[in-house]
């Protein structure tokens, strides 16, 4: 056996948490223990988009493979595909205005269906604890980071990465400890600005989510091209979006409702709470058939009130990194939350798994993750944020008062022109860069000690 270099600590077992211990695994130097806060291993939601730049990391994984046995045809690599049809839909007569067409497919699946594979795949070296709730960590003088949890029972590792979502309890007390040191220093200012990234804010948007049995969609309209094809159906103040997973069993559905004026403030309620669907109907009055015919086959849900993390000044902190949410959480529009968390755990495993990183050379490490991942995840957030406002009309007045057809139609195109510019690195690009530019850094850094 090999002798282990150090002791990585993942908290969190979502789809970041679990790709970031897969892929550490492929070292056996490296030692992994996976703590995760609820019971039992599984994703909260429903469906999962994956675009052709995070479904080669999965390929790289040799997880894609047994994820294609979920999906109704393997996706395309080379060719031209119709991603997603969007259509103008807050009218009595809806019309499509774009199809986006992308070089390789947009793989839709059911998250329970994502993390069952991502399990199966995860190697018995690869220690996993349930009902470990983080609370609060501390670091010693010899670098060694100590966990403790809310039943009381705690850890030891060299490094910690925070998984843990949106209300991460990592990145709560790396920015607290930040702060703290920023106050000692004296400098009031930065401390405040630290504190202010804890709490996570409002996104001004709110996302309604059900699964509907495509049977009974079929049944009442047996042609709906939600049974069969990736539909967004988009207006003022909202859109929704459905496709087919499991397989076509299901049709997954989500409902979004817009008021980008409040976005940064409190939103008054519960995060996600279980809802009607009278509830998941208001706001949609008015709008197409295709639309009420989905509305009326939703029977009960979830809302859900759409947080941000504020923009991070680091993602590390000494031998701390975070990913996914608890690094970067943002609006799902263009449905590349879950494709991020899946970039910073490939990454962050390439700077830990180089045969360069020691244990003394962690937080050199770290900050190679930190420069490389945190500007394109940042942007990412900001792209998906402007997407929301052009799906709900928010943005460029695209619902002013037009002299005729033609200047609305005019302005339908430069939407389509934007949305297809804002989505273009999913398909067009590849995380290989990266990789190549995070171990070349490792060199150099090596090379200068």
Same mark, same amino acid.
């Given at each position: 056996?090999? =002798?282990?270099?150090?002791?990585?600590?993942?908290?969190?077992?979502?789809?970041?948490?679990?790709?970031?211990?897969?892929?550490?695994?492929?070292?056996?130097?490296?030692?992994? &223990?996976?703590? +995760?806060?609820?019971?039992?291993?599984?994703?909260?939601?429903?469906?999962?988009?994956?675009?052709?730049?995070?479904?080669?990391?999965?390929?790289?994984?040799?997880?894609?493979?047994?994820?294609?046995?979920?999906?109704?045809?393997?996706?395309?690599?080379?060719?031209?595909?119709?991603?997603?049809?969007?259509?103008?839909?807050?009218?009595? &007569?809806?019309?499509?205005?774009? $199809?986006?067409?992308?070089?390789?497919?947009?793989?839709?699946?059911?998250?329970?269906?994502?993390?069952?594979?991502?399990?199966?795949?995860?190697?018995?070296?690869?220690?996993?604890?349930?009902?470990?709730?983080?609370?609060?960590?501390?670091?010693?003088?010899?670098?060694?980071?100590?966990?403790?949890?809310?039943?009381?029972?705690?850890?030891?590792? =060299?490094?910690?990465?925070?998984?843990?979502?949106?209300?991460?309890?990592?990145?709560?007390?790396?920015?607290?400890?930040?702060?703290?040191? /920023?106050?000692?220093?004296?400098?009031?200012?930065?401390?405040?600005?630290? +504190?202010?990234?804890?709490?996570?804010?409002?996104?001004?948007?709110?996302?309604?989510?059900?699964?509907?049995?495509?049977?009974?969609?079929?049944?009442?309209?047996? %042609?709906?091209?939600?049974?069969?094809?990736?539909?967004?159906?988009?207006?003022?103040?909202?859109?929704?979006?459905?496709?087919?997973?499991?397989?076509?069993?299901?049709? %997954?559905?989500?409902?979004?409702?817009?008021?980008?004026?409040?976005?940064?403030?409190?939103? %008054?309620?519960?995060?996600?709470?279980?809802? *009607?669907?009278?509830?998941?109907?208001?706001?949609?009055?008015?709008?197409?058939?295709?639309?009420?015919?989905?509305?009326?086959?939703?029977?009960?849900?979830?809302?859900?009130?759409?947080?941000?993390?504020?923009?991070?000044?680091?993602?590390?902190?000494?031998?701390?990194?975070?990913?996914?949410?608890?690094?970067?959480?943002?609006?799902?529009?263009?449905?590349?939350?879950?494709?991020?968390?899946?970039?910073? /755990?490939?990454?962050?495993?390439?700077?830990?798994?180089?045969?360069?990183? *020691?244990?003394?050379?962690?937080? &050199?490490?770290?900050?190679?993750?930190?420069?490389?991942?945190?500007?394109?995840?940042?942007?990412?957030?900001?792209?998906?944020?402007?997407?929301?406002?052009?799906?709900?009309?928010?943005?460029?007045?695209?619902?002013?008062?037009?002299?005729?057809? +033609?200047?609305?139609? %005019?302005?339908?195109?430069?939407?389509?022109?934007?949305?297809?510019?804002?989505?273009?690195?999913?398909?067009?690009?590849?995380?290989?860069?990266?990789?190549? +530019?995070?171990? &070349?850094?490792?060199? $150099?850094?090596?090379?200068?000690?």
């Amino acid at each position: 056996m090999a =002798d282990k270099r150090f002791r990585v600590a993942i908290c969190g077992a979502g789809v970041g948490g679990m790709v970031c211990a897969l892929a550490l695994a492929r070292d056996p130097s490296i030692e992994v &223990e996976l703590y +995760e806060a609820t019971s039992r291993f599984g994703e909260i939601g429903a469906g999962i988009g994956i675009w052709p730049r995070t479904w080669k990391i999965l390929e790289q994984l040799h997880v894609a493979e047994d994820l294609v046995c979920v999906l109704p045809a393997p996706p395309a690599h080379d060719t031209e595909a119709i991603a997603l049809t969007m259509r103008r839909s807050d009218k009595p &007569e809806g019309h499509d205005f774009h $199809k986006l067409k992308i070089k390789g497919s947009l793989v839709v699946l059911h998250r329970a269906d994502f993390h069952r594979v991502l399990l199966k795949h995860l190697p018995p070296q690869c220690k996993t604890h349930l009902s470990k709730r983080l609370l609060r960590y501390s670091q010693d003088n010899s670098g060694s980071i100590h966990l403790q949890f809310n039943d009381g029972s705690t850890a030891i590792c =060299d490094v910690l990465v925070g998984a843990d979502g949106l209300k991460s309890a990592v990145r709560a007390t790396l920015l607290d400890l930040e702060a703290q040191a /920023a106050r000692v220093r004296g400098d009031a200012q930065a401390a405040g600005f630290l +504190e202010s990234c804890i709490v996570p804010k409002w996104s001004g948007e709110v996302s309604y989510r059900t699964l509907v049995p495509a049977i009974k969609l079929r049944e009442k309209v047996p %042609n709906h091209r939600a049974l069969t094809h990736n539909i967004q159906y988009i207006g003022r103040g909202g859109y929704i979006v459905a496709y087919p997973i499991s397989k076509g069993e299901t049709v %997954n559905f989500v409902a979004f409702r817009t008021s980008h004026e409040l976005k940064g403030t409190e939103f %008054n309620g519960p995060w996600v709470t279980n809802v *009607s669907a009278q509830e998941f109907q208001a706001g949609f009055d008015g709008w197409e058939a295709e639309v009420t015919q989905l509305l009326q086959c939703a029977e009960k849900g979830m809302r859900w009130a759409i947080h941000e993390v504020k923009p991070l000044q680091s993602f590390v902190s000494g031998r701390v990194a975070l990913i996914g949410d608890a690094a970067h959480a943002m609006t799902p529009n263009q449905g590349s939350g879950a494709g991020q968390a899946i970039e910073d /755990a490939y990454i962050l495993a390439t700077v830990l798994g180089n045969p360069l990183t *020691s244990i003394d050379a962690i937080p &050199e490490a770290l900050t190679i993750y930190d420069t490389i991942r945190r500007p394109f995840a940042q942007d990412i957030a900001e792209r998906s944020f402007s997407n929301g406002l052009l799906f709900s009309f928010d943005r460029d007045n695209y619902e002013s008062e037009f002299p005729d057809e +033609e200047s609305k139609r %005019n302005k339908l195109k430069e939407l389509r022109s934007s949305v297809t510019e804002q989505w273009k690195w999913a398909w067009s690009t590849t995380l290989d860069g990266a990789v190549a +530019e995070a171990n &070349e850094r490792l060199q $150099k850094a090596h090379a200068g000690n």
